[in-house]
């Protein structure tokens, strides 16, 4: 009995985590699409690049700050046994651990908006069209460098990446979700901001109307460019999280599970609407895991590995929704007056 | 000086004239739709599998497939078309949710089509991946037959293209669809019928493009995946808005991919094939930021009118 509800506690932590991690890619998905209108095929660009940075950057990291005699040994053949090394030093301190998931993350924010400024370079004058083809184009990208430059993660096999919630023992797993939720969290109160500031106001005006905003004075390249850095920045951060979370990285960042799942949870929630992306994104994994746990009924019958049913009914599920409700459960609504709106109206 | 085998050369030209069966059914669909078609990838593996599927199953020469291929391939394209497309369409949907909708139809076709090639390998016991057909292929004076057959196939694609669109009345009324659609409707022409037409071409092109690709490479269930960047770099080199361009396009793509990698390769080392499918990235790049409208736009051929 003990056993099945531990199974229970730990299916649920990592449907939690990966709501999480999910969560914050969407919503930078969510500020570059839902709320300035830019045609984003190519988010696991991003994703990628904060996938890589955590899996070069870790191990590396942690012999530097920690100390550790490397021996001579190389970071990509000698991968396993450095790694080891940092785990243990992560494993004495729960500080240390933090310690290497901050600058992780702070390393993959930066990559994230340097490779948000490099994707924009060709696209950013475009039309949505056009913008949609280069940014599909680019988005695979990354998966080239990191299979043929193998001094970066490893080539195909790729590498694993230290535990920096080691420290936590048996619980490392309600240790590791809780840290994502929190900065899930974040990230969603983060987005919710800048949706109400002045430059929030300003991308949806871009989205709504590209003209009348030009008109008002708004500089439409610099405004598709932030918004693409924000959303890069989040969408590298959970591409990072990721990698911390499942221990290890490798060159398969495809354009299914981090362009396409992002949009199909978006469109399930409801584009541009924060709650909706949210509410999207629980409510995907959800279904996912059901459809995961019927899955295993169906595989003695059918004559295919069952996985090419989530392909089929995840490309249908899309397609409905976009021809009956379009708008998402939660559709967009126009935000509040903030208190200095109101004040300003009297 | 860097050395080109005459076999790279053929090989270029075989993955040119695939290349350009491809884009130019990109392009025609832009044209005529206004939407950039990520569902072309699974035109192009639906293409491979029916082919393959009548290779393995009834033993038929490789090449008596190619029709098939095109018949099967535009029925599957008027069914994205009409049951997807239209509505979406007739709700004036943005230009972005038209674009996702023919991408979950691809991510829809390789549920498909993994499920079909799964299913196949149980029934025929056959492998059907990583499926290479080269050894079926005839040979004529040491060039592999899929030389002749692919250029021919383009060539002659090309050429019915321009009859089928300048000189016939259905050219002249698809040509009115891609100008604008509503005076095209205002004189009579059914515009839904001739999109619809239009799809069936492209993936009809872009389905024996897939036939053909077994006999060259290997086939998989990715393998329209792995060629969709070069397919749209090829489209926007030769200019999203002229239909002929794309057979320029594949040109230049394939030269630049397969010679340029191997006199580079020659010059800094091997270890350059590794970066091969970054070239259609960049080229598109290049393209886009000097001279979006591709070759097809350029001012020069204003000359020639």
Not at chain 1, 251 to 266: C, K
Not at chain 2, 84 to 104: D, G, H, W
Request: proline share 4%.
């Amino acid at each position: 009995m003990n056993f099945i509800f531990e199974g229970i506690i730990l299916f649920a932590l990592e449907l939690f985590a990966y709501i999480a991690i999910y969560l914050i890619v969407n919503e930078g998905l969510n500020i570059q699409l839902g709320v300035t209108g830019i045609t984003q095929f190519g988010l696991v660009f991003y994703v990628s690049g904060g996938a890589f940075t955590a899996g070069y950057l870790a191990t590396r990291l942690g012999v530097w700050i920690f100390h550790i005699n490397t021996g001579g040994l190389d970071f990509i053949s000698g991968n396993i046994i450095l790694t080891t090394e940092v785990n243990s030093m992560t494993k004495a301190q729960p500080l240390n651990g933090f310690a290497l998931l901050i600058i992780v993350i702070i390393a993959a924010a930066i990559v994230g908006a340097l490779l948000g400024i490099i994707s924009s370079v060709p696209a950013i004058n475009l039309r949505s069209d056009y913008l949609g083809i280069t940014l599909l184009a680019f988005g695979e990208i990354l998966n080239v460098f990191g299979t043929a430059y193998t001094p970066l993660i490893g080539g195909p096999p790729g590498v694993i990446v230290p535990d920096v919630w080691a420290w936590a023992g048996g619980s490392r797993f309600v240790a590791s979700t809780l840290t994502l939720m929190v900065l899930a969290a974040i990230a969603y109160v983060f987005i919710e901001y800048v949706i109400r500031t002045p430059l929030g106001r300003t991308f949806r005006a871009i989205r709504d109307n590209e003209v009348a905003a030009q008109s008002l004075g708004k500089n439409l390249p610099r405004c598709r460019l932030e918004a693409i850095v924000i959303g890069a920045v989040l969408a590298s951060i959970g591409g990072a999280l990721f990698v911390l979370y499942a221990g290890s990285v490798t060159p398969s960042f495809t354009r299914y599970t981090w362009t396409f799942l992002p949009w199909l949870m978006l469109l399930l929630g409801g584009i541009g609407s924060n709650v909706g992306t949210l509410v999207g994104t629980a409510t995907w994994f959800t279904i996912y895991d059901l459809i995961l746990y019927y899955k295993f009924y169906l595989q003695n019958v059918l004559p295919f590995d069952v996985v090419w049913l989530n392909y089929l009914l995840l490309g249908i599920i899309v397609m409905l929704i976009l021809i009956f409700r379009p708008q998402g459960l939660i559709p967009e609504k126009p935000l509040r007056a903030t208190s200095a709106a109101k004040s300003s109206k009297q | 000086m860097p050395f080109i085998a005459p076999f790279t050369i053929a090989e270029t030209l075989i993955y040119a004239s695939l290349l350009s069966l491809m884009g130019v059914g990109i392009t025609l669909l832009y044209k005529t739709t206004k939407v950039p078609n990520f569902a072309h990838a699974s035109f192009v593996t639906l293409g491979g599998y029916v082919n393959f599927s009548l290779i393995s199953a009834f033993h038929w020469s490789p090449y008596l497939g190619l029709p098939v291929a095109f018949v099967v391939v535009g029925g599957e394209s008027l069914l994205l078309f009409f049951l997807v497309l239209e509505p979406l369409r007739k709700r004036k949907s943005s230009v972005a949710l038209l674009m996702i909708a023919t991408l979950s139809w691809h991510i829809a076709m390789l549920g498909f089509l993994g499920a079909y090639a799964d299913s196949l390998q149980t029934f025929l016991r056959v492998p059907t991946r990583n499926v290479v057909l080269s050894y079926l292929d005839f040979t004529l004076g040491g060039l592999p037959g899929i030389f002749f057959v692919s250029i021919t196939v383009t060539v002659v694609a090309a050429v019915a293209l321009y009859f089928v669109i300048e000189r016939t009345n259905i050219g002249i009324a698809l040509r009115a669809c891609m100008e604008n659609q509503n005076l095209a409707a205002s004189v009579g022409i059914n515009t839904t019928r001739m999109l619809g037409l239009a799809w069936f071409l492209a993936a009809g092109l872009a389905g024996v493009a897939g036939a053909l690709l077994p006999m060259w490479t290997q086939l998989n269930t990715s393998s329209g995946d792995t060629l969709i960047a070069a397919m749209f770099c090829v489209s926007i080199l030769g200019g999203l808005e002229t239909l002929y361009g794309a057979f320029a396009g594949g040109l230049i793509l394939a030269f630049a991919q397969i010679v340029g990698t191997t006199m580079l390769a020659n010059v800094v080392g091997v270890w350059v094939t590794g970066y091969e499918p970054v070239v259609p990235l960049l080229l598109m790049a290049i393209v886009l930021m000097t001279n979006p409208k591709g070759i097809g736009g350029m001012k020069v051929w204003k000359r020639f009118k």
